[in-house]
């Protein structure tokens, strides 16, 4: 695997975990357990490693792309693993954007949410939503990424066919 795969599919897992501690610790200032400010900082900080997964997974299958098109878009069996991970790059954008928009919304609401802008539920229900988004979409790209270094690694045997073969 890659490092930049290795490193990804190791951030995707652990940005899910983390994102259920930052939503197991927004009810702990009720119990008296955890000042609020903590969940915040807490909160935004998970947010933000997890928005940086994500964005940075999207690059990946964008740079990726642009690469295997410049590496093997000629070569024989080349436009396989174009497609391949063209594929691959439709299926995993529609749930990360959706895990990056509802991440978005509970660190805004729950802004509302602390000013008492909002009532508390609209940022409770919107963490809930960003959990429902993001721990499948961090598991549907670590598989992903997973499928597509097999594609990487595919592709690197046909540049290397017409040199040991010559």
């Known amino acids: 695997m890659t ?9 995707q897992p652990a940005a899910a975990v983390l994102l259920g501690a ?3 610790t ?6 008296g357990v955890m000042e609020v400010g ?3 900082v807490w909160g935004f900080a998970v947010a933000l490693a997890a928005a940086f997964a994500h964005a940075m997974t999207l690059f990946y299958f964008a740079g990726i792309g642009v690469s295997l098109r410049q590496s093997v878009g000629g070569q024989a069996g080349g436009q396989e693993c174009l497609e391949a991970s063209a594929r691959l790059r439709r299926r995993l954008a529609p749930w990360l954007g959706a895990a990056l928009f509802t991440l978005m919304a509970a660190v805004i609401l729950g802004g509302g949410s602390h000013t008492r802008s909002l009532p508390s539920w609209v940022h409770h ?6 959990l ?3 721990l499948p979409a961090s ?21 290397e ?3 040991s073969g010559g």
Do not use: K
């Not at 490092?3 to 951030?11: E, I, M, V, W, Y």
């Not at 927004?26 to 119990?31: E, S, W």
């Not at 997973?146 to 990487?152: F, N, S, V």
């Open 3 to 11: 490092p930049a795969g290795r490193l990804l599919a190791t951030l």
């Open 22 to 24: 930052a939503a197991f």
């Open 26 to 31: 927004g009810y702990l200032p009720a119990l």
């Open 38 to 40: 903590r969940h915040i």
């Open 125 to 130: 229900a919107a963490s809930l939503a960003s």
């Open 132 to 134: 429902a988004a993001n």
């Open 139 to 159: 598991f549907i790209a670590r598989r992903a990424i997973a499928e597509q270094e097999r594609w990487i690694a595919r592709a690197q045997r046909l540049l």
């Open 161 to 163: 066919r017409p040199a």
